[in-house]
């Protein structure tokens, strides 16, 4: 059985696959175009219709990247500034120094078999 993803990743491809191919379609062969009525059978026509082929693929790309690069500059906007390195640092290593005076002191090994021994002598 499919996932959900891959049903959707089928979908995208074939979608793309069939705008690629009308795209090739009708910039290099237009006079489909004017078989199924969309357009006059005259050369200027099948002229028009190349150059909307090409002028309309161009404008979605171009507003695309514009419209990305105004995305990015809004998210630099209206992001605050990183803290400096210095200021980074130094709450680090005051979370260290918290860390080792909190800890206690970490028992030795021969105390704790001193300790287990004494248990052993109680019993």
């Known amino acids: 059985m499919v996932s959900k993803d891959q049903g959707i990743g089928g979908a995208i491809l074939v979608v793309c696959v069939v705008v690629a191919v009308g795209y090739?379609?009708?910039?290099?062969?237009p006079t489909w175009l004017s078989m199924i009525g969309l357009i006059a059978n005259t050369a200027d026509a099948k002229q028009n219709?190349?150059?909307?082929?090409?002028?309309?693929?161009?404008?979605?790309?171009?507003?695309?990247?514009?419209?990305?690069?105004?995305?990015?500059?809004?998210?630099?906007?209206?992001?605050?500034?990183?803290?400096?390195?210095?200021?980074?640092?130094?709450?680090?290593?005051?979370?260290?120094?918290?860390?080792?005076?909190?800890?206690?002191?970490?028992a030795t090994e021969a105390a704790t078999t001193e300790d287990k021994s004494a248990a052993k002598k109680k019993k």
């Open 49 to 106: 219709a190349q150059f909307w082929t090409i002028a309309i693929p161009v404008f979605i790309a171009f507003v695309a990247i514009l419209f990305i690069g105004a995305w990015i500059g809004w998210t630099m906007a209206t992001t605050p500034p990183p803290k400096p390195i210095e200021e980074i640092t130094t709450e680090i290593e005051e979370k260290k120094d918290d860390q080792k005076v909190e800890e206690p002191a970490p």
């Open 24 to 29: 090739l379609v009708t910039l290099f062969y």
